[in-house]
Nanobody, 127 residues
Framework: QVQLVESGGGSVQAGGSLRLSCAAS????????VAWFRQSHGQERELVAR????????YYADSAKGRFAISRDNAKNSVSLQMSSLKPEDTGMYYC????????????????????WGQGTQVTVSS
């Protein structure tokens, strides 16, 4: 089992920045992919960014490219999402999620394959 705890959400004005953190504990030695998902009111949960175990592969949703950066510190069992130039449409609950890494360092792109989830942290961007 892997336990995930998010932190760093809050309320900011458009154009501002926030840094989300995800602390992992439990059985992380076998390698996990970690992703950030966002769920806005009335919307389906969508993948924002994901990163594989050795950080060699990072993926961003089109809405996040150029503004968000995902990183991880395996020594500290943590993954961060630096969000800049925030827009009101970035508002939502952000969830950290993980699954056992696939062969070749690949990660899943959709939420049903993510086995472990945090409780979420709210991000609100006002215009």
């Amino acid at each position: 089992q892997v336990q995930l705890v998010e932190s760093g959400g809050g309320s900011v004005q458009a154009g501002g920045s926030l840094r989300l953190s995800c602390a992992a504990s439990g059985d992380t030695d076998s390698g996990v992919c970690v992703a950030w998902f966002r769920q806005s009111h009335g919307q389906e949960r969508e993948l924002v960014a994901r990163i594989n175990q050795d950080a060699s592969i990072a993926y961003y949703a089109d809405s996040a490219k150029g503004r968000f950066a995902i990183s991880r510190d395996n020594a500290k069992n943590s993954v961060s999402l630096q969000m800049s130039s925030l827009k009101p449409e970035d508002t939502g609950m952000y969830y950290c999620a993980a699954h056992r890494q696939l062969s070749g360092g690949a990660c899943y792109a959709v939420s049903p394959y993510y086995t472990f989830w945090g409780q979420g942290t709210q991000v609100t961007v006002s215009s």
